[in-house]
Structures are given as structure tokens and as C-alpha cells.
């Protein structure tokens, strides 16, 4: 089951531009942890926020996580073309017992 | 230090038959998930093993198994394959545990025919 759900679907902009992706989640959760996956290979950690957290910054990502809303977002700030890759976010929550939970992601193009 | 290393990177089985995934974690990380990744479902969590043990367990049939063994080097089979296994297997490990900080293997692309 997927706790996250990611928007949008699909986002394709210009370098320069800054690009946002959102997770919603259902339950309550001790983290939330974004990650990016080039075509066909592992993903790789971004960030983590925990739940008593409401902003976290690394380098050009900005993420918050808003608890009474249950969502979340990922700022990328200044795209490069190299950023073009798949956004996932992953929830960490004793309702799902010691794993994460990841949303379906959001696909980023960043054109040249 | 070494990353999460998986093996074979690429592996082509026909149905019924059965395969074993292999998984070396970050020096130091004793937990270990699986996950399964399809363009239908996205990643679906099999299971996670800490020392050995298996801590978490996702809702897959009793064909998918795994194991740990005491250098937390882990393996992952399928048994009877169906054509519905085709899917990228990635590993992770973690030093704190399968809801924190995960680090991912590159992936093992099972394609069954």
C-alpha cells in the first residue's frame, strides 16, 4: 500500500526555473524523507524531516512538512538539467511498523 | 566506504523457474530491506531482516523469502516465478533502522518470460 501520494504526476520545466512537488499521507508519522531515482537505478536519499520539524534546507532543496495537514513539499531551487530524475516521498510511522512507505513519485524534466 | 552492492544487475528467468537475489550492505548497517519496484504498483516493501532476523514483512506471497546471515549480507528468492515478478529488486541498507535513512543498491532488473 502507498501511504504517500505525490503531485504532480509529471512536472517538466526550464533550468534556472525552481520546481515543487507535493506528498499527502493518511496516517501519522515520525519522518518523512524525500528521494531521487535516476532511470532504472537505486534511489538516493535527500533529506529527512522529522514530524516535530516544519522546515529543513540542504544545499538547493527546501523541504517543509505541514503535520496538521499531512502533506509535504519539495522545493528545488535554480534546476539544472542534471535534477531531471524521479521525486519520491517516503513515510516512517509505527503504524507501519520499522519501514518506510513511498508514494508513486513525481517525474522531473528539466530542459536545457 | 563501500555502498549497497546487489547482484546480478540484470537476470532473465522463464516462468516456474526460481532465483536468488544477493544484497552486501554498507559496512557497519545491519538492517536490510527489499523493496520491488513495478510501473503498475511503484515500491512495495517485501521485507526488512536486522541481525539476522526478520523484523518486517510486506504483503507478498510465501514465494518471496529472504535471509540474513551474521556478516548482514542478504539474499532474497522467488520461488516459482510468474511473469507478474518482472520488476526492478532494490536493497537498502540502514545503520538506524528500515524507517530511517535508507541507503539503495542499484537494483537487480528481473525480467521473467
Known amino acids: 500500500s502507498q501511504q504517500g501520494e505525490e503531485d504532480p504526476q509529471a512536472l517538466s520545466i526550464q533550468e534556472g526555473e525552481n520546481a515543487t512537488m507535493n506528498c499527502s499521507y493518511k496516517?501519522?508519522?515520525?519522518?518523512l524523507q524525500w528521494y531521487r531515482q535516476n532511470s532504472g537505478r537505486g534511489l538516493v536519499h535527500l533529506i529527512l524531516?522529522?514530524?516535530?520539524?516544519r522546515e529543513k534546507h540542504s544545499g538547493r532543496l527546501r523541504v517543509t512538512l505541514d503535520t496538521s495537514k499531512k502533506s509535504s513539499s519539495l522545493l528545488i531551487t535554480a534546476s539544472r538539467a542534471a535534477d531531471t530524475a524521479s521525486y519520491f516521498c517516503?513515510?516512517?510511522?509505527?503504524?507501519?511498523?520499522?519501514?518506510?512507505?513511498f508514494g508513486a513519485g513525481t517525474i522531473l524534466r528539466v530542459k536545457s | 566506504k563501500a555502498g549497497v552492492t546487489q547482484t546480478p544487475r540484470y537476470l532473465i528467468k522463464t516462468r516456474g523457474q526460481q532465483v536468488t537475489l544477493s544484497c552486501s550492505p554498507i559496512?557497519?548497517?545491519?538492517?536490510v530491506s527489499w523493496y520491488q519496484q513495478t510501473p503498475g504498483q511503484g515500491l512495495q516493501f517485501l521485507f526488512e531482516?536486522?541481525?539476522?532476523?526478520?523484523?518486517n514483512k510486506g504483503n507478498f506471497p510465501g514465494r518471496f523469502s529472504g535471509r540474513q546471515f551474521s556478516n548482514s549480507r542478504s539474499e532474497m528468492n522467488v520461488s516459482t516465478l510468474e511473469l507478474g515478478d518482472s520488476a526492478l529488486y532494490l536493497c537498502?541498507?540502514?545503520?538506524?533502522?528500515?524507517?530511517?535513512?535508507?541507503?539503495f543498491g542499484s537494483g537487480t532488473q528481473l525480467s521473467v518470460l
Open positions: 537498502a541498507s540502514s545503520l538506524e533502522g528500515a524507517g530511517e535513512k535508507l541507503f
Open positions: 496516517t501519522s508519522i515520525n519522518n
Open positions: 524531516i522529522r514530524s516535530n520539524e
Open positions: 517516503a513515510t516512517g510511522g509505527m503504524e507501519y511498523g520499522n519501514k518506510l512507505v
Open positions: 559496512s557497519g548497517h545491519r538492517s
Open positions: 531482516y536486522f541481525s539476522e532476523t526478520q523484523r
